[in-house]
């Protein structure tokens, strides 16, 4: 619940410049109402002993029920105990400095209510709801030699394997019947699936055109999971607006993006966590050899982003145990856009 509070005696970064300045800030119904008031009726009182006072971070690439970096595994995890640890991902979020997340493959709406009525602390959650995944891509947890099919609209925690355009639609519109806010597509390979190649494009055309018809008529958008410029270029030619990573982006496939004004969210700081604890953790061989290919190139995509003036934003994509690192991720991108 929102309440007014004076913050005095603070060191203010204002997001714009590099300079702190010393003042006050006065929040009234949870919003900033001024600067450098001295004093204000009626508000709890803050002395901040000039320690720095930043506005809220905001994290594009989140994860609440990422509680798991074993794909296999946390789709077999119960949903009740998988909501409970999202809940305390959400409120450690919110403790690190985060009064945003955008949960892109996972979340549902009973989470979003949670948060909307008050029930738990939560920064600001946006959700996609599972991540739309086609059979063999990158949401298909199952290990190569398990034949069981899944195909058609076998749901899990973070990610749904439907194929085909008619059960794609379908997909789509009961997400947002739910509330979803956007809808995550995997649009090519990914690091911790074991099946498929990471520059390999998913999904036909027609089958993204029908996701991204489908929450446009809604007014709503679809990001995808994309690496390599054929994916980046196949996912944004049939109308999508986000492409998540973009690890291996070229000119080539930047200028697409410009030209349709497609945004890009990187998250170099989940491959940099998993190349320094990805074995001591448990990664598969396959999995780190992945992650070695795209970490060395993703400062060199947001590099080649902005250069097209492309806009980036700021996501961690952090699962399971490595969720602390995510102030870390601000560093790490700093080194490459600087304020």
Known sequence: MSHDLLIKNALIFDGHSPDLREGSILIRNGEIAAFDEKSASGVEVFDAGGRVVTPG????????????????????TPRSYVALK?????????????????????????????????LIESPNYY???????????????????YDMCCAGGSGGIGVEVVDGVDP???????????????IKIMASGGVVSLTDPIRIPQYSGEEIRAVTEEAGRRGSYVAAHAYSPEAIVHAVTNGVRSIEHANLLDDESAAVMAAHSAVMIPTLVTYQMMAEKGAEIGMVEIALKKNHEVLASGKTAIEIATRHGILVGFGTDLMGDLEYAQLRGLEIQHEVQGT
Do not use: N
């Open 127 to 145: 959700y996609t709801g599972p991540a739309l995944s086609q059979t063999g891509g990158h949401g298909d947890a199952r290990h190569p030699v």
């Open 168 to 182: 794609l639609r379908i997909a789509v519109r009961d997400r947002l019947r739910k509330g979803a806010h956007a």
């Open 86 to 118: 999202g809940h305390l991902r959400l409120e450690a979020a919110l403790r690190r400095g985060f009064t945003t997340v955008r949960d892109v493959a996972g979340g549902d709406s009973g989470l979003a209510l949670a948060v909307r009525e008050g």
């Open 57 to 76: 971070f905001i994290d594009c690439h989140f994860h609440a029920y990422g509680i798991d970096l074993d794909m296999m595994r946390l789709e077999s």
